[in-house]
């Protein structure tokens, strides 16, 4: 009965944050495959470590974590020297025109690491800077600071011409 009861909160976890932990680790990955099996891998952990877990508000930001700490795993034992984005659409992430979605990508893409990985865990998972700090090991402070970074980095690579042209009003 224990076991059943453990199994069903699992899955219940697992569909209500499924679709949530694909669409970061596709980011994190930029391929469907290597998302899917940093996934799977996160699972099968989740399930071995969920006894546990003691507090269920925590369970989004665990799981997300263990997705962080196994794509983490997975560049370390195959060391992808460059991963070449699918030409799949995330639809509910990227915008309808293609062109638009493109540039998204690629602005995304020339961000630094550590900025990309804390700007998708904010908007894809909808983390605080404190959980976001716990899950990449760094101070609140220093996410915040990513944060802003990178959001000034896409608005420069996103809106070229716009900033070039405030620069020289100023």
């Known amino acids: 009965m224990l076991f059943e009861r453990r199994k069903a909160a699992f899955e219940g976890a697992v569909d209500a944050y499924y679709d949530d932990l694909y669409r970061y680790a596709f980011w994190l990955c930029r391929n469907q495959w290597q998302a899917e099996d940093v996934v799977q891998e996160a699972l099968a952990r989740a399930w071995r470590g969920w006894s546990g877990l003691r507090e269920a508000r925590a369970l989004k930001s665990w799981l997300f974590t263990i997705v962080h700490h ?14 070449e984005s699918e030409a799949q659409d995330v639809a509910s992430d990227l915008p309808t025109d293609p ?3 493109i540039e998204l990508r690629r602005a995304l ?14 908007v894809l998972g909808g983390f605080s800077c404190a959980e976001i700090g716990t899950m990449l090991g760094m101070r609140e402070g220093a996410v915040m600071t990513r944060l802003t970074r990178a959001r000034q980095a896409l608005r420069r690579n996103l809106e070229p011409d716009e900033f070039g042209a405030e620069a020289t009003q100023s």
């Open 99 to 101: 062109s638009s979605a």
């Open 109 to 122: 893409r020339i961000l630094p690491e550590e900025s990309r990985q804390a700007l998708l865990l904010q």
């Open 70 to 83: 196994e794509f983490v795993r997975a560049v370390k034992r195959v060391r992808f020297a460059s991963l």
